[in-house]
């Protein structure tokens, strides 16, 4: 597997439904100011707009321009079993998202940061990428060398946005698959 991000979370938790509302209008602040650093950003599955609803959280890179792999998909529906297996403990369901370093990363991980913060107990991250590399300096930052300029970074976008600027790693390392 390339670089990417790792994530699980329990819809069901009331930690989540609570911040579910926020969860979705946040993403929304990051994708448009995601197209607004002409960073490209679609539906899921290619189609022309992220789709960002009361039941869902999905995007992926352009494909015309081959920066799409795998799209993020966060639902707020929960699990059809009372307890769902797919994650590393009952009730969490575990997904990831394999964005190679694409420009639509800066997205993947601003919206799974935002995520965490509104809701640390029912929603849990993890990357390839690490805390004080990539999610401070941007995706392309390891590529660059040590000098700046850095690309915007997940941690960078939260700052600005929400004035929200998390210091210590959010990363469990409790799951991997």
Known sequence: MGYSHTYCYNSADPQFQAAWPRMTADSRTI????????LGVTGPYGEIEPTI?????????LRCRGEDRDPLLITAAPPDEPQDS??????????HC?????????AVA????RCHRLAPQAFRIDSSGRWNGEWIYGAHHSQRGPTPPFGPSARMLNATLFADAPDESPFT???HW
Request: charged share 25%; proline share 7%.
């Open 31 to 38: 994708i448009e100011a995601v197209l607004h650093l002409d």
């Open 53 to 61: 609803t009361d039941d869902v959280i999905g995007f992926n890179g």
């Open 86 to 95: 797919s994650g590393p403990e009952p009730g969490f369901r575990a997904s």
């Open 98 to 106: 394999e964005t190679g370093r694409n420009p639509y990363d800066l």
């Open 110 to 113: 601003a919206v799974l940061l």
């Open 173 to 175: 390392r409790r799951f």
